[in-house]
């Protein structure tokens, strides 16, 4: 397993700034799962950008019309119906107002939410409301070009990678709450290896960010890992920032 690549050097932190924890990787590696409880156990919170992505998705398949018509001013349209509700630990993805996580998770969404996530006006649209909720926050924050786009200039990067199998087995497990056959891992894995290609130029790894490959990790050691190093940088700008769990920047 390779934990960094180039060897992760933690930057001097300027104290009056907050923390921001990029998480980064392809689909179905964990980041979001990883992420919230990071975010958790650092007492930071928890901005998940693809949640974003996927509300945009549902808002337009509610509209109407073939997918693969879909144009991109009527995506970004649509974008405007969706916002963000702060939470005690992070943010809910609202359609209208009204929540939609249920909705956000389907099956149809997530057929469709790489066409939307590659529209360079929806992502410009969703990586400034990312910027702005997570604006006076110490923040854990996942998604596509969270490191390289959306905060080049985090205190800390993780790049989370896992062989596709391994993640299609996961994403099943998730999906159908029992352990999936082969032959259901084998299609799944098939389904992410397309999606991988098509999601390739928003999924680089940032120069200075950690690779970690969870592929023989629990989610409990790769979240630990992470926690290891953001508590290493939070060290470096002082003791008014806490780490252990009990408060957090609100």
Avoid: C
Avoid at 63 to 76: F, K, N, T
Wanted: charge should be neutral; avoid cysteine; aromatic fraction near 4%.
């Amino acid at each position: 397993m390779n934990d960094a690549t180039p060897p992760y050097v933690p930057a001097v932190l300027d104290p009056n700034r907050k923390v921001v924890v990029a998480i980064d990787g392809p689909a179905a590696s964990g980041k979001s799962s990883t992420a919230q409880w990071v975010a958790e156990k650092l007492a930071f919170r928890h901005v998940d950008s693809g949640a974003l992505y996927r509300a945009i998705t549902a808002a337009r398949l509610r509209a109407g019309g073939q997918s693969d018509e879909w144009s991109e001013p009527s995506v970004l349209a649509v974008a405007r119906q969706v916002s963000l509700r702060p939470t005690e630990r992070g943010f809910i993805p609202l359609i209208k107002g009204e929540s939609a996580e249920g909705e956000i998770r389907g099956g149809e969404v997530t057929r469709e939410v790489s066409r939307v996530a590659r529209m360079q006006a929806v992502r410009e649209w969703v990586n400034s409301e990312v910027r702005r909720v997570a604006e006076g926050h110490d923040v854990v924050v996942d998604g596509r070009d969270i490191g390289t786009v959306v905060f080049p200039d985090a205190q800390l990067k993780i790049f989370l990678v896992a062989d596709p199998w391994e993640r299609a087995k996961r994403r099943l497990v998730q999906r159908l709450s029992r352990r999936p056959t082969d032959a259901e891992i084998a299609e799944e894995t098939e389904r992410l290896v397309q999606r991988d290609a098509r999601d390739a130029t928003q999924t680089v790894q940032a120069r200075d960010a950690v690779l970690i490959d969870t592929t023989y990790l629990t989610q409990s050691e790769q979240v630990e890992r992470i926690v290891a190093l953001a508590r290493g940088v939070t060290s470096r700008r002082g003791a008014t920032s806490p780490v252990d769990g009990e408060a957090g920047s609100r």
